[in-house]
């Protein structure tokens, strides 16, 4: 947008966070309907048509829909809630779990998908909401299993003494506290946003150095930088998956923790 | 601080988001984003996953339902087998049973029937030789008042005259007859009565 619009003045401007930023309804301020509002209320529209469309008539010998379904829903319940959580008490995560695996799975695939081409994940928003839900109910888990202070106890890892443990607790209560919240979202923002702006560079690079920036070398680095995009699209793909599969994970394993009988 | 404080308050003041460190959620963004999860959640944990889950279980049950019956059926056939050789170990004993007391009963009768004509034959022999006697001993009586009538008569005719006096005439029969009895060992006890049917 902004490189486009500055292009015809003076040379290159590389796109930066400002593309990220996209009021479509009401203001620009705070409570502006943004462009990843839109993506993620169409996704969340969309997922829960094809969930509720391929669970609607299912059988014993699964057609290729429910194959497909069974498949991705298989791998959040046994792969990581089963896994992690343990058997007893795992499917009451699941429904969690499930949800949020598909969710951003769709939202970090929209970033290459040609009409929306748009990762909802890379406003920072987003992963903190989906974190936010985390962090409460693993806080609130852990303290409905041990009271307030059987809560705060088992923060504290065990066999440690009263001298080592005074230097451990606060780095505990600042991994449980912040930390952990802070890097399941940043970790799955940044990859998102990271990785968006890198596909804008190439693709927005490669746009002036083809159209704009003259010359036949130019043009020919043009092409390589559209080739590069197309290199990071298949490699962003596997990324936007891979965190999707991390951020489940993540989540499964904070909760697995305030939900286990041992620390 | 200020500046994001400003921007909160009036939302009207251009460039802030566009400008702002990306790492500050947009407070519009995150509303969004809890009530779209919410919303999706509750679809999943309503509808989604119970179906799913439903259609697990009752794949696992009909695994091992197959596997059950199978097994079943297995338990069936080898208890089928085995009835069936009992029965078969049992129609041979009965067989071998029925052929040894053929055998015995073929024995029994052959001897029973044995006794019987033997039993029979020597009635038979018994009734003839009881037959011959009487008719003996019927012939021996006819015999001796016929013998009687004619020595009699021979004597009436040699001597000339009529014994017509019959007490007289059997009389000297039974003296005559006595007389024979000397010589013969024959019973005699009913020769005295000679009816004398010729007088």
Do not use: C, H, N
């Given at each position: 947008m902004r490189a486009q619009s500055a292009a015809g003045s003076d040379g290159f401007v590389a796109p930066d966070?400002?593309?990220?930023?996209?009021?479509?309804?009401?203001?620009?301020?705070?409570?502006a309907v943004t462009r990843a509002s839109v993506v993620l209320v169409l996704s969340v529209v969309g997922i829960c048509w094809l969930l509720l469309a391929a669970t609607r008539k299912l059988s014993l010998v699964p057609g290729r829909t429910q194959l497909v379904t069974e498949s991705v829903y298989g791998l959040v319940r046994n792969s990581v809630a089963r896994d992690v959580?343990?058997?007893?008490?795992?499917l009451r995560f699941v429904p969690l779990l499930f949800s949020m695996f598909i969710l951003i799975l769709v939202n970090n695939l929209f970033g290459v998908v040609p009409p929306i081409q748009f990762p909802?994940?890379?406003?920072v928003a987003m992963p903190a909401a989906l974190t936010l839900v985390v962090f409460v109910l693993y806080h609130y888990l852990g303290i409905r299993k041990r009271g307030v202070v059987g809560y705060f106890k088992s923060l504290m890892p065990p066999g440690i003494g009263i001298g080592l443990g005074l230097l451990i607790y606060p780095l505990e209560l600042i991994t449980y506290f912040f930390t952990r919240p802070v890097t399941l979202a940043l970790r799955l923002f940044g990859n998102m946003f990271a990785g968006h702006l890198l596909l804008l560079l190439f693709i927005t690079g490669g746009e002036y150095l083809v159209?704009?920036?003259?010359g036949a070398g130019m043009m020919v680095a043009g092409g390589v930088s559209w080739f590069m995009a197309f290199v990071m699209t298949v490699f962003e793909i596997l990324v936007e998956f891979l965190q999707a599969y991390i951020f489940t994970l993540l989540a499964a394993l904070y909760l697995a923790g305030a939900v286990a009988d041992e620390h | 601080m200020a500046a994001v404080y400003s921007v909160l308050a009036?939302?009207?003041?251009?460039g802030f988001w566009a400008e702002a460190?990306?790492?500050?959620?947009h407070p519009g963004e995150l509303v969004f984003g809890i009530v779209a999860f919410a919303i999706l959640y509750l679809v999943v944990a309503r509808h989604v996953v119970p179906r799913l889950e439903q259609v697990l279980s009752e794949r696992t049950t009909a695994i091992e339902g197959g596997l059950e019956r199978a097994e079943q059926a297995q338990v069936q056939a080898e208890a089928a087998l085995t009835q069936y050789r009992a029965q078969l170990a049992e129609a041979r004993g009965e067989a071998s049973r029925i052929r040894q007391e053929a055998t015995e009963e073929g024995a029994a009768i052959v001897v029973e029937m044995r006794a019987r004509a033997q039993a029979e034959a020597d009635r038979i022999v018994a009734a003839a030789q009881q037959q011959i006697e009487a008719e003996h001993q019927h012939a021996l009586i006819a015999l001796r008042s016929e013998v009687g009538d004619l020595a009699t008569e021979l004597a009436s005719r040699i001597v000339g005259?009529?014994?017509?006096d019959e007490a007289r005439s059997s009389r000297v029969v039974d003296r005559f007859l006595a007389e024979l009895e000397h010589l013969e060992p024959v019973a005699a006890n009913g020769a005295g009565a000679p009816t004398g049917q010729d007088g």
């Open positions: 966070v400002s593309d990220f930023w996209q009021p479509l309804f009401g203001t620009d301020g705070p409570f959580i343990g058997s007893k008490d795992f909802t994940m890379s406003r159209f704009e920036a003259g | 009036s939302g009207d003041e251009e460190a990306p790492i500050i959620p005259e009529a014994l017509a």
